[in-house]
C-alpha cells in the first residue's frame, strides 16, 4: 500500500480525526462542520474502513465531544432512539416469526 494512505478503522478512529483537525487548525460547531471535515480527510487520502451506521454515529458522538451544544446533543440522542426503536422492532419480529412458527406446529 503506498505511504501516503491512511486507513481509519474503529480503533484508530478518533485519533485519526482529532489529529487531521488538529493540524489543519479546524473548528467543529456542528454536524456540517464535521462532514466537511470528513470529505477533506478523504480528499486527503483517508479511507475509512467502518460500517456506514458506525461511522456516522462516531461522527456525530465526536461532533458533540468537541462541541457540546443542545443542537448537537439532540443528535446524538436521536441516533439512540432510532437504534432502541430498531431493536424493539427486531424484537417483536422475532416475536411475530415464533409465534407463526409455534401456530404451524400445532
Known sequence: MPNNLTLVNEINFHDCILNF???NHMEVKNYDDMKHIYVKMLEAKYYFILKH???IHMLLDLTYSLNHTPENREHVLDCLDIEENDSDEEEEENNDNINIRLDNNR
Open 21 to 23: 483537525i488538529n493540524n
Open 53 to 55: 451506521e458506525l461511522k
